[in-house]
T-cell receptor, first 112, second 116 residues
Framework: NADVMQNPRHLVRRRGQEARLRCSPMKGHSHVYWYRQLPEEGLKFMVYLQKENIIDESGMPKERFSAEFPKEGPSILRIQQVVRGDSAAYFC??????????FGPGTRLLVL | AQKVTQAQTEISVVEKEDVTLDCVYETRDTTYYLFWYKQPPSGELVFLIRRNSFDEQNEISGRYSWNFQKSTSSFNFTITASQVVDSAVYFCALSERQGGSEKLVFGKGTKLTVNP
């Protein structure tokens, strides 16, 4: 699992700032999923991307959240104007199509 | 919609005891995958097993074993001779295929504490 890289591992933001979370998939994997783990809740799907395409964003909040997976470079989950309720662990997972998703170590976001 | 239920919120055992973590799922798909992931105190998610809905054979990997029963929509996980290092939150998950996406639907997890 360590081959899926996420950075930063911990991120502290003040309300109203922007948070950028990065995910580098495992070598050879072109599919990236983002999940959020809120306190006292399970893991919830947010978005699924392939290179340069968003395939499924049904779990993404409609406002302030966006995701991309450019042709070159990591996938990025962006949260604009963060609020305290955004404090959570954000995990990305990568896979070849239709195969097991391997998770990164997560980014713990704390909004003050 | 898919749903995964892990009724046991927390389990505490003494080292060397066997422990079974329950997982019940709901799906209308005829083809699906079931998973178990482990989240130790360090916080990462570790893949344990992936099981195809057509394969109902039980699986054993060292001290770990899984019992998949389609008739009861259950996919239970047993740890034999538990060890302190097994202390973690364990998540059961079900794949949901929709529009080219194969996202995972997770249960809320079972926190296992193995005491020395």
């Amino acid at each position: 699992n360590a081959d899926v890289m996420q950075n930063p591992r911990h991120l502290v933001r003040r309300r109203g700032q922007e948070a950028r979370l990065r995910c580098s998939p495992m070598k050879g994997h072109s599919h990236v999923y983002w999940y959020r783990q809120l306190p006292e809740e399970g893991l919830k799907f947010m978005v699924y991307l392939q290179k340069e395409n968003i395939i499924d964003e049904s779990g993404m909040p409609k406002e302030r959240f966006s995701a991309e997976f450019p042709k070159e470079g990591p996938s990025i989950l962006r949260i604009q104007q963060v609020v305290r309720g955004d404090s959570a662990a954000y995990f990305c997972a990568s896979s070849p199509y239709g195969e097991t998703q391997y998770f990164g170590p997560g980014t713990r976001l704390l909004v003050l | 919609a898919q749903k995964v239920t892990q009724a046991q919120t927390e389990i505490s055992v003494v080292e060397k005891e066997d422990v079974t973590l329950d997982c019940v799922y709901e799906t209308r798909d005829t083809t699906y995958y079931l998973f178990w992931y482990k989240q130790p105190p360090s916080g990462e998610l570790v893949f344990l097993i992936r099981r195809n809905s057509f394969d109902e054979q039980n699986e054993i990997s060292g001290r770990y074993s899984w019992n998949f029963q389609k008739s009861t929509s259950s996919f239970n996980f047993t740890i034999t001779a538990s060890q302190v290092v097994d202390s973690a939150v364990y998540f059961c998950a079900l794949s949901e295929r929709q529009g080219g996406s194969e996202k995972l639907v997770f249960g809320k997890g079972t926190k296992l504490t193995v005491n020395p």
